[in-house]
Structure formats: C-alpha cells, structure tokens
Nanobody
Framework: QVQLMESGGGSVQTGGSLTLTCTGS????????MGWFRRVLNGAREGIVSLEVDGSTKVADFAKGRFNVSRDKDANNIYLQMNRLRPEDTAMYFC?????????????????WGQGIQVTVSS
C-alpha cells in the first residue's frame, strides 16, 4: 500500500522560503515518478514539478528559478524547496507518486496522493 505524507508547510511572508518534505512508503521510486502539486484557492490542482527515475525533472513555468525538487538517495522521500515565495503561491501542496512514465505534470495521470499541507504566503 502506497502512503505519502507531506510536512513542513506553514505561513511565511512574501520573499521567504519553505521546504516541504514528502515521506513515502510502499512505493518503489526506482520504477516510477514522484512529484509535487498544489491546489490554489479556486480549487484547480496544478503540477509543480515531477521527478523521473533518472533524476530529470519537469517543472512548471511558475516554479522555474524559484522551486527546487530533490530526493533521498536511499529512501522514498522527496523535498520541495520553495524560494522567493509570493502571495499567489498560497495553496494546499500535495506529494504524488505513480508508476506511469514519463512523469507528465497532469494531475489526472497520478494515482497516489498525500493528504496535502497548507502553505500561506502573506504580503
């Protein structure tokens, strides 16, 4: 059974940084994709970054240059470091995993999800 859990969310001021952690179990990361998504205030879920087996990434335009993904070498943990945060980054952030590849950022392609964690950026 795949289980994903996010941690590290909270409130930060504009321009600040946060690092989210996704702790995974029951998922063999060397065969599949892991990624980060968010659901903004209007309810639309959008992809942020996906991490391929070979370590390559797909990154949404709004995240380029500000958000970075990394993973533990031996564990099913991935991280999302978010820098220069803006009020429009306020959202519920989700970790996701799936065995379908390539790791496109379309939320409908992913079957395993964490419960999400809130990030609030104040101006």
């Amino acid at each position: 059974q795949v289980q994903l859990m996010e941690s590290g969310g909270g409130s930060v001021q504009t321009g600040g940084s946060l690092t989210l952690t996704c702790t995974g179990s029951g998922f063999y990361k060397r065969s599949g994709c892991m990624g980060w998504f968010r659901r903004v205030l209007n309810g639309a879920r959008e992809g942020i970054v996906s991490l391929e087996v070979d370590g390559s990434t797909k990154v949404a335009d709004f995240a380029k240059g500000r958000f970075n993904v990394s993973r533990d070498k031996d564990a099913n943990n991935i991280y999302l470091q978010m820098n220069r945060l803006r009020p429009e980054d306020t959202a519920m952030y989700f970790c996701a995993a799936d065995y379908a590849r390539p790791c496109w950022l379309a939320p409908g392609n992913w079957n395993y999800w964490g419960q999400g964690i809130q990030v609030t950026v104040s101006s």
